[in-house]
């Protein structure tokens, strides 16, 4: 593992908050800017042991996990640290190379798969650009585990969006299905039918259901920027634009 460095936290949401929970519990100190944050993120940020700083620019590495569509603005927040800025947030390739290129030789994109890291084997965190190598170091040994991904700077938001591709645009979908059977009042029915074909699908629908309505602000711009890879990529972008809309409609109820 990396020895003892400053690290500086943008922000302690419930990814985030976890995560600087874990360093600070491998020795690691891990500070946050409470300037203009909520009390909620204030005690949370307590509750991990994060220490409050006035300028995140005394940190010697900066982790940035933040909703997709905030990631640009909190990249540009500390333009010019001289800092390893690892950009773990779940955003397009091309998001990704722009995030870069504000912070410019000392960046590492990252994207996470998996909760928050409270337990063992759940979570991994893929980096990857020529600093995947030193950011991998502070999290080895740790709950999230670092997975470096050759090839491309922005390789490892490639991964992040074609995996959050299938896990988060399949629950769209599923409840784009019901609300379909439910308006031509039908709802029963196909409850019923996925009882008898689809074993546990009802189940699948309700946890979609309860993560859309508590999370579903933060995966509408996760969408959009799926739709924006697969559209560089030259694939249909209409199935996650989709979804955004999905996800939309269920966190305003």
Not at 60 to 73: K, T
């Amino acid at each position: 593992m990396m020895g003892r460095v400053r690290i500086g936290l943008l922000h302690p949401g419930e990814m985030g908050a976890a995560i600087g929970g874990m360093l600070v519990e491998r020795g690691q100190e891990v500070v946050w800017l409470p300037h203009g944050r909520s009390e909620e993120t204030a005690q949370r940020a307590a509750r991990a042991g994060l220490t409050p700083v006035e300028d995140i620019r005394v940190a010697e590495v900066i982790l940035s996990v933040c909703p997709p569509h905030a990631a640009l603005d909190v990249a540009r927040s500390v333009q010019g640290t001289t800092a390893l800025f690892i950009d773990a947030n779940a955003v397009s390739p091309m998001t990704a190379s722009q995030i870069g290129e504000l912070i410019g030789e000392r960046w590492v994109d990252a994207g996470i798969v998996g909760p928050p890291p409270r337990r063992e084997g759940t979570t991994r965190l893929y980096l990857s650009g020529p600093h995947a190598s030193e950011a991998s170091r502070l999290f080895a040994g740790t709950r999230l585990e670092p997975v470096a991904v050759t090839g491309s700077p922005v390789a490892a938001s490639a991964v992040k969006m074609a995996y959050a591709a299938w896990t988060k645009g399949s629950a769209a979908l599923l409840l784009a299905a019901l609300d379909s059977a439910a308006a031509n009042g039908v709802e029963e029915a196909l409850r019923a039918e996925w009882g008898r074909s689809q074993p546990g699908l009802d189940a699948r629908w309700q946890g979609a259901a309860d993560s859309a309505e508590a999370k579903g602000w933060r995966w509408v711009g996760e969408m959009h920027e799926i739709a924006a890879t697969f559209a560089a990529a030259g694939l249909p972008s209409g199935f996650h634009e989709a979804a955004a809309e999905m996800f939309d409609r269920a966190t305003r109820g």
